[in-house]
């Protein structure tokens, strides 16, 4: 993975493996964006919609919702980007992807990509501090691997944060 800064867009370089790791990203979260807080899983709501977050906050019934419903609309303004960026992916053919994210559109893939991880580590039940373990020595490899999609994820968006600070 290369990332670098040209004009106004970040431009990426892709490997194979680390293009599919977003394809399978955004795909899941295309899909999980359309889905009402009120329709949603237990994993779902639990990662993005939490009632921890009602108590925290101090919100009524009302304002929860309410909250609920200001998450939900942002989620579904992002699918038309998510659509983009898979259409873009799509079109890499050679062993190198470039994808080119416009500056105006890096928080968003930024929050897209951070709500998949949180979904990866609830779904596998992985804790903070396993975040903090080394992926490659973990025994069961099913769980190595959604670490490693973790981690990926994780140091793409760093890359992303340092390249739009490097304006």
């Not at 899909?31 to 009524?60: N, T």
Request: charged content about 35%; overall charge negative.
């Amino acid at each position: 993975m290369q990332i670098s800064r040209r004009r106004n867009q970040i431009e990426c370089h892709l490997d194979v493996p680390e293009k599919f790791i977003f394809i399978k990203a955004l795909r899941q979260l295309e899909a999980d964006y359309r889905i009402h807080p009120e329709d949603a899983e237990e994993h779902l709501r639990s990662a993005w919609y939490s009632s921890k977050s009602q108590d925290e906050a101090g919100y009524s019934d009302d304002e929860f919702r309410e909250w609920q419903s200001q998450l939900q609309e942002i989620r579904s303004e992002r699918l038309e980007n998510i659509s983009h960026w898979l259409d873009r992916l799509a079109q890499g053919t050679s062993d190198l992807t470039r994808w080119e994210i416009a500056d105006s559109e890096v928080d968003d893939l930024i929050s897209i990509l951070n709500d998949y991880r949180l979904l990866l580590a609830l779904e596998n039940d992985i804790g903070e501090h396993e975040m903090e373990e080394n992926c490659f020595l973990m025994q069961d490899p099913d769980r190595r691997m959604v670490m490693i999609e973790i981690h990926v994820l994780a140091a793409f968006m760093e890359c992303l944060i340092r390249a739009v600070e490097a304006e």
